[in-house]
């Protein structure tokens, strides 16, 4: 489950140079209201997202979208976090009716994989335009930058440690945050549950800093940005 980045065709486009809108702001961001931008309950998606004593081998095949062929379910269920995350964007703004495993071989047959390293974020940001949605790729950006995102209404997929693999990196989307005197919290979809913690989660804005990768690819809904 590791998403990498390539230099060819980054998007650099900055949205300001400081975090001035951050610091003003006290209240909740989340760009899953209104309904039009509710993001799907990772639990729906595929088999990869859920526990394992939680569901059947059989139903999370089924989920994951390749029923007649359980080997591809073996091959890409733990290496799909990227589309995972790309799926519950395509859900929450169409009614995309397409599986998780169509992406994996869309995905795959453009070029978006890197055998044993992962899903380029270039990949990444071609599937979503596939989609008639602008993406581009963010890096070396700091979280306070990400929030600023989020008050834009823009959905950040962002990079994180993994917690599978050593020095590896996994793919969340952040939907939103809550940011009072005393704290601010973030709002997370994370489609790796095996472990129990991922699904819809919060982190405190500590334990997010300390995974952050600074990179990751941003996503933005229709009638933004255009």
């Not at 209201?33 to 509710?38: F, G, I, N, W």
């Not at 799909?80 to 169409?94: G, R, Y």
């Not at 209404?153 to 693999?165: G, H, L, N």
């Amino acid at each position: 489950m590791v998403a990498i980045e390539e230099e060819k065709g980054i998007h650099d486009q900055r949205r300001g140079n400081n975090v001035q809108a951050y610091l003003r702001f006290q209240g909740v961001a989340r760009i899953d209201k209104p309904s039009k931008y509710v993001v799907t309950n990772v639990d729906q998606l595929g088999g990869l997202t859920s526990k394992p004593d939680s569901i059947s081998r059989e139903e999370a095949i089924a989920r994951f979208g390749r029923a007649d062929d359980p080997s591809f379910y073996d091959r890409w269920a733990d290496r799909s976090c990227a589309i995972a995350v790309i799926d519950m964007v395509l859900q929450s703004q169409f009614d995309f009716e397409g599986t998780l495993a169509s992406l994996v071989e869309l995905a795959y047959a453009n070029g978006a994989y890197l055998e044993n390293v992962g899903w380029k974020h270039n990949g990444m940001v071609e599937l979503l335009r596939a989609y008639h949605l602008h993406a581009e790729i963010f890096r070396e950006d700091s979280l306070y930058r990400c929030f600023e995102y989020l008050l834009a209404d823009i959905f950040v997929i962002a990079s994180i440690k993994s917690r599978v693999t050593a020095g590896g990196s996994h793919m969340i989307l952040l939907k939103g945050f809550r940011k009072t005197k005393e704290e601010t919290i973030i709002y997370v979809n994370d489609p790796y549950n095996y472990d129990g913690q991922g699904g819809e989660r919060i982190y405190s804005l500590e334990e997010l800093i300390n995974i952050f990768n600074g990179r990751g690819v941003l996503v933005y809904p229709r009638g933004v940005g255009e």
